[in-house]
């Protein structure tokens, strides 16, 4: 009987999720094929564009903000509209916020907890408040296997 209540809420689970990125793709985010995002993740596509690559995991509590409500106090021309673009084989840790204005390149690691306010170039290890690039990878870390995949 356990063993039957799990298959419902891994299926359901694998509903839910196929639910969540299709809901963003129409509201206007461009996803790669096999990306992973978290129900608990926040992407916010009112306001700017985001797009994110191909073997993608964005982990639970994560923030993607396309847009910053206070610009235009600081600069009144500045409607507070902008963009992120993620890249393909990206790891996003938990509770990370991914400010406006920022590209990551492919194959980079983002640690938990970061705030991601300025570029990050490919192949990198980077973390912190505000981020820090840590490490250079040497080669780029192997992809997630199917399993670990969304459903779309």
Known sequence: MKIIIRKIIHYLGNVLRFMHMSF????GASIGKNTMISLGAKIDVRRGKVTIGDHCLITHGCYILSHDGAAHI?????????????????FIGVNTVVMRNVTIGSHAIIGAGSVVNKD???GVVAAGNPI???????????PLPKKHTDVT
């Open 24 to 27: 963003l793709r129409a509201s």
């Open 74 to 90: 600081i600069n009144p021309d500045d409607n507070g509209t902008g963009y992120v673009t993620i890249g393909d084989h990206v």
């Open 120 to 122: 990050i170039p490919e």
């Open 132 to 142: 820090k690039i840590l490490k250079t990878l040497e080669k780029p870390y192997r």
